[in-house]
Structure formats: structure tokens, C-alpha cells
């Protein structure tokens, strides 16, 4: 049986940690240092960082964060935001990232997921995918932090994301984010049962027992989390605890 990764998100702006509610109305939670160090500590299996406004500015403000964090924090992060070429993701992975995540670069220039996964190998390179529902079972790929409409269909794009090398999904429910009212189960499923690379859940998550829901119902095999992670609204000791409580495989670790 597969590890299921519990993953933390820290969604940046400028120098500060935020959150918002369906990927607006970001709110300051405080220094992005110092939560990684915190859910570092606490356990968790890796970091998402996505710099927020980086698609408006044209280039990835987060090489700093990532070169500080890369010397004290030994799991595997993932930077997205912002990475519109090879000379982007260097610069990235240079600073201590193991994998990239596009979206919006990705739409616009669907060579750029083969030019990363031939240049650092498909593990790295994570397609990053803002979904919003326009239908039943039906949703459209949104990029710029969820504000602009590609007319694309979520499952028609991961699967030719898939194909071009892709080796990894970042599945954002734009309708879920924020809202603690648990992921879209029917989203995840619907793209995890087209694809064999695997898909993290995102957005949404209000619960230990939301994480075990999108996994046994929608296929996840990872999730990531922010809300429940930045409000001290669950430890990761009793999020690891809840998923092995239902059956499901997580690493083992040790606070002691």
C-alpha cells in the first residue's frame, strides 16, 4: 500500500505567509520561516511553497525563502508560481527546491512541462491546476491564482499534462480553498482515475476526516494543507493518527 503524504502549504506574498477564501481576500498569517519550521518539526512529509502574485509580476520572488528553509528543513518542497522557463525552474531548484509547479506558464506554453521533466526528470516537474466547477462533473482550468478562465477541461489538461511528462498533479479546488468544508471529492476522483502519476488534493481541507475522505473516495495520494495547519485547528501527530486510524499507510515518525 502506498504512503499517503500529509503536505503543508504555504502560500506567499512578498515577504509574508497568507490565506485567503477561494484564492482571494489574502489575509497575513505571519512569517512562512517560521510555520515550515513549525510543521517541520511537527512531522509533516513535505512543503508546497506557491508565490501568489508571481503570475501578475512575471518571475518567482521565492528563491530567498526557499535558500533559508533548504538549510534547516529536510523534507522535500515543492516552489511553484511564477516559473515561466528552464531558467526559472534552475533557479529554484538551485536554491534548494526539489520540484517545480506551473500552471500559468504551463497553459500558455504546453512545452515548457517536456522541456522540465527531459531537463530535471518527470518527478520534478509537478503540473500545478486551479480547478472551478462550471458544471456537473465538469470544471475549467483557471490560471493567475484562480482570477483568469482558460476555457480548458480540468480532465482533458492533466491528461495531456501527463502525456507531454508531467509526473506529478498539485489539484487546487478554486470553490473548495479555504472553506474548511472538505475537498471536492468528486474533482479529485475524476482526475486521479485518469492519470497514473500522483495527484495531491488541495483546498478545502477542515479535518482530519476530510484527509481520509478524499483519499478512500477520491484516489488522492497526497494532501495539502493550510488553513487547518496555520490556525493550530489540528496537530500533524493527529492528522497521521486519524489516517492510520482508517486503514490508510502514512510514514512513521518519531516527536520524541
Not at 149 to 166: C, F, I, Q, S
Not at 195 to 200: M, N, Q, R
Amino acid at each position: 500500500m502506498r504512503n499517503i503524504r500529509i503536505i503543508g502549504r504555504l502560500d506567499i506574498k512578498g515577504p509574508n505567509l497568507i490565506k485567503g477564501v477561494h484564492l482571494e481576500g489574502l489575509r497575513v498569517i505571519g512569517s512562512p520561516a517560521e510555520h515550515a519550521r513549525r510543521y517541520y518539526e511537527q512531522g509533516v512529509d513535505e512543503l508546497i511553497y506557491m508565490d501568489c502574485v508571481a503570475s501578475l509580476y512575471g518571475r518567482n520572488h521565492l528563491g530567498d525563502i526557499v535558500r533559508s528553509a533548504a538549510e534547516n528543513i529536510f523534507v522535500p518542497m515543492t516552489v511553484g508560481g511564477g516559473i515561466r522557463s528552464i531558467d526559472d525552474a534552475t533557479q529554484i531548484l538551485r536554491a534548494g527546491a526539489d520540484k517545480v509547479a506551473v500552471n500559468t506558464a504551463a497553459v500558455a506554453g504546453p512545452e515548457l512541462i517536456t522541456h522540465i521533466a527531459r531537463r530535471f526528470g518527470s518527478q520534478c516537474m509537478v503540473l500545478s491546476i486551479e480547478a472551478k466547477q462550471i458544471g456537473p462533473q465538469r470544471w475549467e482550468v483557471y490560471t493567475d491564482n484562480g482570477r483568469e478562465r482558460t476555457g480548458l477541461d480540468v480532465v482533458d489538461w492533466v491528461k495531456r499534462g501527463v502525456a507531454m511528462g508531467a509526473g506529478e498533479i498539485l489539484l487546487t479546488s478554486v470553490d473548495r480553498e479555504g472553506t474548511r468544508k472538505g475537498f471536492d471529492i468528486d474533482l479529485v476522483r475524476a482526475v486521479s482515475a485518469e492519470v497514473a502519476v500522483p495527484v495531491i488534493a488541495s483546498g478545502g481541507m477542515g479535518s482530519a476526516e476530510d484527509l481520509v475522505e478524499v483519499v478512500l473516495r477520491g484516489g488522492a495520494d497526497a494532501v495539502a494543507m493550510a488553513d487547518i495547519l496555520h490556525y493550530r485547528r489540528a496537530a500533524i501527530a493527529d492528522i497521521r493518527a486519524a489516517a492510520r486510524a482508517a486503514g490508510l499507510s502514512v510514514r512513521d515518525y518519531d516527536q520524541s
